[in-house]
């Protein structure tokens, strides 16, 4: 923020956030979406007069969340072994004293269960976010995942996410509060991309000058749906489109027997050099501007939508699943009519009606493509703002000051 400018997160009445500490905690400080909502809500904290901590063991955003004002606490936060976390519980407890820390903001199952026991000592409140879809296939893992539930506020960040907190642990119900991802729309907006970066990219993709880009952007696992895409793909390449190049952009975090079978599948079916597996991105908006659709494939329900949000904000038209919250973000038929939509929404799973929306979308003219490029981006700016986001999140750690002790 540039000297002498208002934040837009200062206390505008009421409680004062200035001079509070609000201690975030999660495993590491890597790529996704609640690392990259810490550093956020972190930057905001700091931007309204707040010392924002953040406990973790690290990760390529701890340099990002420093420069943004916010302090790195070292901690083992990521262990799941029972022993460790109780000694955690202890090792949090004394932190929140040293500290003297006014809220804990809990974003993963482990060191929630870790930020509990050490609040119950403390009296200190905590607040709790849903990140993901939990499944609870068994007592256990429902009573695990419970403990998300467990806050003095628990913010879900869609509508698909409160509700299932809902109906999985009804206690929580009242304290449930909804705050969508926020995007930084700043950032990604296409004026706000040197070419020379989509430039960078290709290249980088091994991408030809005359082809097109389907982008895929998420961490390599089963249910993202990369597989789908795959088979899409050789649906259109034996259909006769040639020149489209598909991008599976994302980490593998250690599953290197599924690349192995994402890579076996593309030498199957022919498409080595049509499907590229090119990693980590880190320029995500220049990623989504080089692309003429992005997708979201997944086939397990999703807690939100943020490729698809920030896809839409970059103008590139999106085909995604209808399954978990990411419908929330696109606006198709039959909520909305034909030329209301901002995107194109699929059965989960089904590699031939992905690639019929490709197709549809890649066929689209200039003029109909610059519509719907123009109604995403004002819908999703609408609906899904960082700033929003941040202001949400800090009202609920302002009425928790403010509530009776």
Not at 109 to 130: D, M
Not at 302 to 316: I, L, N
Not at 362 to 389: I, K, N, P, Y
Request: glycine share 10%; net charge positive; with cysteine.
């Amino acid at each position: 923020m540039r000297p002498g400018a208002i934040s837009p997160f200062q206390d505008s009445g009421g409680s004062s956030l200035s001079g509070r500490t609000i201690l975030q905690i999660i495993p590491q400080l890597d790529a996704g979406g609640a690392e990259r909502t810490t550093i956020d809500i972190a930057d905001a904290l700091t931007q309204a007069g707040a010392r924002a901590l953040v406990a973790s063991e690290g990760g390529r955003l701890v340099s990002e969340l420093q420069a943004k004002g916010g302090w790195w606490i070292p901690f083992p936060a990521r262990t799941k072994n029972p022993l460790r976390m109780l000694i955690n519980v202890g090792r949090l407890e004394q932190l929140l004293r040293d500290e003297q820390v006014d809220i804990v903001h809990a974003r993963s199952r482990a060191p929630a269960w870790v930020a509990l026991g050490a609040v119950r000592r403390s009296k200190t409140p905590l607040v709790t976010t849903y990140h993901g879809a939990y499944s609870g296939t068994t007592a256990f893992k429902n009573f695990y995942n419970s403990v998300m539930a467990r806050g003095d506020m628990v913010i879900a960040n869609s509508a698909f996410t409160g509700d299932r907190i809902a109906q999985l642990h009804p206690f929580a119900a009242p304290r449930i509060r909804v705050i969508p991802r926020g995007t930084d729309f700043n950032k990604f907006a296409p004026r706000a991309v040197d070419p020379v970066r989509v430039q960078h990219l290709r290249q980088a993709w091994g991408v030809e000058s005359d082809q097109r880009i389907v982008l895929l952007a998420a961490r390599l696992t089963g249910w993202k749906g990369q597989k789908i895409l795959i088979e899409a793909a050789r649906q259109l390449r034996d259909g006769g489109l040639r020149d489209v190049c598909f991008v599976l952009a994302g980490d593998a975090q250690g599953r290197d027997g599924y690349v192995k079978e994402l890579r076996a599948q593309i030498d199957a079916a022919g498409l080595k050099g049509v499907v590229r597996l090119v990693g980590h991105v880190g320029d995500m908006p220049a990623a989504f501007l080089a692309s003429s659709v992005v997708t979201v494939a997944s086939t397990e329900p999703e807690a939100f939508g943020r490729s698809a949000v920030e896809a839409q904000a970059m103008g590139a038209p999106v085909v995604v699943t209808d399954l978990g919250a990411v419908p929330e973000t696109v606006l198709a038929p039959p909520d909305v009519s034909p030329q209301e939509r901002t995107g194109w929404r699929i059965p989960p799973g089904d590699a031939t009606a992905l690639a019929q929306a490709l197709r549809h979308v890649l066929e689209m003219g200039a003029t109909a493509r610059d519509a719907l490029s123009a109604r995403a981006r004002a819908h999703v700016v609408g609906q899904f703002s960082l700033e929003r986001m941040c202001q949400d999140t800090l009202e609920v750690y302002r009425s928790l000051l403010e509530a009776p002790g």
